[in-house]
């Protein structure tokens, strides 16, 4: 901007004095919104960046507590991993032996045949024939390795109402001693032992055990 030189004119000097205090003012107020016009510009651009960014902040944050969560967890499911693993030989052989114990592995399996006959009489269930057929033996690996589950199928015959078929099939989820599987069953109705049905049961006794497989049972024909 170019600068007046007032000396030129002919004016009195009190004015004079008055407009040079004037254009010293406004010299002044023209370099100060020079200056102040770009960092209130800044602060505004500063201003509106935070605000587009707080959820992004928000959402980092979040992430992270997430990722600390994570961490935990991975941390803690290494130290329950690490303290199973920490069982040691004793241990293993001490479940082993439970499970044994309760699957009875040293008795023979015709217990099962005349436990089965046993709990048909209580229930009112009539039992014409049990027929064993051949073990199978399955070798178990890991915290069973040395044992191998004897698996025996079993074939049933039987005479029976529907109600108390029913409560003997519910009988052998606390079969003493063995594992009963049911494999499956089939129905058909005869006049002459009505309101009794005749049924062909299927199952599998298992047996946990260590050693060699146990010597087969006979089959039993009940009259």
Not at 24 to 45: D, N
Not at 177 to 190: N, Q, T, W, Y
């Amino acid at each position: 901007m170019q600068k007046i030189n007032l000396s030129q004119f002919k004016i009195p000097e009190p004015i004079l004095i008055k407009v040079n205090a004037l254009l010293g003012r406004w010299e002044f107020a023209r370099r100060y919104i020079t200056i102040a016009v770009p960092i209130i510009s800044l602060a505004v651009v500063a201003s509106v960046a935070v605000v587009l960014s707080s959820p992004l902040i928000i959402k980092r944050i979040q992430l992270g507590s997430e990722i600390n969560n994570l961490d935990l967890k991975i941390k803690d499911y290494k130290d329950r991993l690490a303290s199973a693993q920490s069982l040691d030989k004793n241990d293993l052989e001490k479940k082993r032996n439970i499970l044994a114990r309760k699957f009875s592995p040293e008795y023979s399996l015709s217990f099962v045949l005349n436990s089965l006959t046993e709990m048909g009489t209580k229930l009112g269930v009539k039992i014409s024939a049990i027929s064993p057929e051949t073990f199978t033996q399955v070798p178990q690996s890991g915290e069973f390795s040395g044992y191998a589950l004897n698996v025996l199928p079993i074939d049933v015959s039987l005479e029976s109402e529907y109600i108390k078929f029913g409560q003997f099939l519910d009988s052998l989820n606390s079969f003493p001693d063995c594992l009963i599987v049911v494999k499956g069953f089939a129905v058909s109705r005869e006049e002459s032992i009505l309101p009794r049905l005749n049924i062909k049961l299927r199952l599998e006794a298992c047996v946990l055990k260590k050693g060699q497989i146990i010597q087969q049972p006979k089959e039993q024909v009940h009259n």
